[in-house]
């Protein structure tokens, strides 16, 4: 039953400061106890704490048990929670109908008591399976740690010192997937594939019910790429439902969960204040339930408008399936989001005409879609389809070709140096701002420099000879400008090589500034010689890559084709490029992919003195294929146009040698120049992505 009032107010409010209350009451209850109950739920944090200790002290056989018994306990109070939650809902509801006659301080004792019953409903249910101190909320350190699956992360090297090596494997597996840039884990995975009685079906993750919509979404997603439409409606419909169950299970959470008392500010607060007080973070509570479900383990953002986005493609699948009826119901949920779309709008008119006027066609079977041959249309609906063909045939040209569109403000323009050559360009490399240049080096330099990275680059400040972080397979070494000069000073390197190296690193930015023109200025970001070794009997059999597909400035999300400007990326480099020095080894060829980093669009073959350049954001994903014989040695180069971006640590080389600096000088000119603004190569416009990111610094990442 409703509740009435006289003055009109928020119902919803309402409604939530009453839970609130009841919150207070259950808060107030919890932290009276204190006492345990034997065969109830211990507190979770209390059992990971010891898991811990066992583990510090090498005791484990204990670490395991008691690491295992925080995670089920953990999951186990969140059924209990769930389940006192839908037990209480209806607790206290004959005394609703009072309160729509009493009014004044008897309609807040009415109140009171429903609030008062639906509490103790929860605390009585919630005393039945859990303990006191288990009911009690626990640290933001230890939700840090359960939310980040750190506790896998201790799992799996607890089950490698007890030698079960497929334990280990989902553990390590599980903290994967919400960790895909940890190396080191990525490594170890590697090495349990390689044990004897690991097999695939090892590596499964444990919190995959938490992850059911996502699984859905990318299958859906996979069923539109095939057009087979029936199993993306399927599949849409899943990832909806489990959207929605996620996202009221989150919720539930809050409300039964237990919730610190707010500090005591002010010594005239009562009941009511703090009631206040709790009913604001549950609302918070709930509100971020949204956000949560709507990201992805492994990363940061959320997915915007989630769930419009699944109604949109539930409803566009469902009219290709021929589900008309099922499409305008869908149509009608994703307006209660936005009514006063003209598109949805459109297109709900579209859908409801097409069931109306062509009776015959809706008996004898679906409505063929847009794609359907002209004379298999009704006659009645044949203007109408022409018209929507055309429309959504345009928009599907300007999807693909906005997909293909780099709104990095760079365009091609000509070389101006002599000697070199464009060997490849957008068209030879099936790319958008995509170069080839040949001639960088002679052949006298690539051996200097080849040199100085047999001397210094193992002594360097890279990996110092170390296994590669993307591959087991590889050995990995790296050497900075900055280093190079160091080495020169202690005489063990020449000093007219490391002179070179910084020379070099400046060719290559004048060309790559001449081509991709830019009103900006170029600075460079980071700048590492780096030389990829096979390791000799490790290369049978290899599956991996030397550096797993990527995308410089955003992380890429093939499954749906987004790439993510967020950190742990390098969000300010714009620019990318390799400069080759030699091509004796085997494999190591630079590829292009498309955004699913499957279809590969382009390769290159390193050779002394190419260069490699491309625009860094998500027009270009690349990797490197095994290098499985010899050595590989290339300069990686990263240039932003922010110059708080600017690679400090090629300054300091530069001021330790008294080299002028050649940035500060183009920099200058162009400001006087007063330029043009830049166009995209490959539209007029700029989405103007914002330049409020992250600072990276000793960034240590290769191409």
């Known amino acids: 039953m409703a509740l009435r009032f006289n003055a009109p107010v928020d119902v919803a409010l309402i409604r939530a400061f009453l839970s609130s209350c009841a919150l207070l009451f259950l808060a107030a209850g919890s932290a009276g106890a204190s006492t345990s109950v034997s065969g109830l739920l211990p507190p979770y944090d209390e059992l990971y704490y010891r898991g811990v200790r066992a583990y510090f002290t090498e005791d484990w056989e204990k670490a395991a048990e008691y690491v295992e018994l925080a995670i089920s306990t953990r999951e186990a109070l969140r059924k209990i929670r769930r389940k006192c939650h839908d037990e209480c809902l209806t607790a206290g509801d004959e005394i609703v109908s009072r309160l729509d006659t009493e009014k004044g301080s008897t309609w807040d004792l009415w109140a ?22 288990g009911q009690l909320p626990v640290s933001s350190d230890i939700e840090y740690e359960f939310g980040t699956r750190n506790a896998y992360n201790f799992l799996q090297l607890i089950y490698y010192q007890l030698g079960k090596p497929r334990k280990a494997a989902a553990a390590a597996y599980t903290f994967f997937m919400a960790n895909p840039s940890h190396l080191e884990m990525r490594n170890n995975i590697e090495k349990y594939r390689r044990m004897t009685g690991v097999t695939e079906d090892a590596f499964q993750d444990r919190e995959r019910e938490l992850e059911k919509h996502w699984e859905a979404y990318d299958a859906a997603v996979m069923a539109e790429s095939s057009s087979d439409w029936p199993r993306a409606v399927e599949k849409w419909k899943q990832c909806v439902n489990e959207t929605l ?18 500090e005591e500010t002010d010594k005239a607060e009562g009941a009511y204040e703090k009631a206040a007080a709790l009913s604001l973070a549950m609302l918070a509570c709930k509100q971020a339930c949204v956000g949560l479900v709507s990201t992805r383990p492994r990363r940061i953002s959320s997915q915007e408008d989630f769930l419009p986005l699944q109604l949109e493609h539930l409803h566009i699948a469902q009219f290709k ?63 109408s389809w022409r018209a929507e063909r055309e429309q959504l045939n345009e928009k599907l040209k300007e999807g693909e070709k906005a997909l293909e569109v780099d709104d990095s403000g760079f365009y091609a323009g000509p070389v101006r140096l002599d000697g070199v050559t464009i060997t490849m360009d957008d068209e ?28 210094a680059a193992s002594v360097g400040d890279g990996y110092k000879g170390r296994r590669s972080p993307h591959t087991p397979h590889e050995k990995f070494e790296g050497l900075t400008v900055l280093r190079a000069f160091k080495l020169a000073q202690d005489g063990l390197v020449n000093q007219s090589d490391a002179k070179l190296l910084h020379e070099i690193g400046d060719r290559a930015r004048i060309l790559i500034h001449s081509y991709f023109r830019s009103h900006s200025a170029l600075y460079f970001s980071y700048t590492h010689l780096v030389c990829r ?40 480099r714009d620019l990318s490029a390799i400069l080759y020095l030699n091509e004796n080894f085997e494999g190591g ?52 146009t922010e110059k708080r971006h600017k690679d400090m640590e090629r300054e300091e080389a530069e001021v ?48």
């Not at 099936?430 to 040199?451: F, I």
């Open 112 to 133: 009171l008591d429903w609030i008062q019953q639906r509490a103790e409903c929860i605390r009585y249910c919630l005393n039945q399976a859990v303990t006191p101190a």
């Open 245 to 262: 169950k996620q996202t009221d299970e989150c919720q539930a959470q809050c409300v039964v969960a237990s919730q610190l008392l707010p």
């Open 321 to 383: 399936a021929g589900d008309l009826k099922g499409a305008v119901q869908t149509l009608r949920s994703l307006l209660l989001f936005y009514p006063n779309d003209s598109e949805s709008l459109s297109n709900l008119q579209f859908y409801t005409e097409s069931l109306t006027s062509d009776a015959e066609a809706q008996e004898t079977g679906p409505l063929q879609d847009l794609w359907t041959p002209e004379d298999i249309v009704p006659e009645s609906l044949r203007e």
């Open 428 to 455: 030879a490399l099936n790319g958008t701002n995509r170069v080839v240049l040949d001639g960088v080096l002679s052949q006298s330099e690539c051996d200097t420099v080849m040199r100085l990275a047999s001397t």
């Open 533 to 572: 070794s096979a390791i000799p009997g490790h290369q049978e059999g290899r599956l991996d890559l030397s550096h797993p597909v990527h995308v410089d400035n955003c992380i890429l999300e093939p499954e749906t084709r987004q790439c993510w400007r967020e950190a742990p990326a390098f969000t300010h």
């Open 589 to 640: 060829e630079l590829f292009f992919t498309d955004r699913d980093a499957k279809t590969i669009t382009a390769r290159v073959r390193p050779s002394c003195g190419r260069l490699v350049a491309f625009t860094s954001g998500p027009v270009n994903p690349h990797g490197v294929t095994a290098v499985t014989e010899g050595r590989r040695c290339a300069l990686a180069l990263w240039f932003t």
């Open 656 to 703: 330790m040698l008294g080299i002028d600096k050649q940035e500060e000088k183009e920099e200058k000119a162009e400001s006087d120049s007063n330029p043009t603004p830049a166009r995209s190569g490959q539209s007029q416009t700029s989405k103007g992505r914002s330049k409020e990111r992250a600072r990276v610094s000793s960034v240590k990442d290769e191409l």
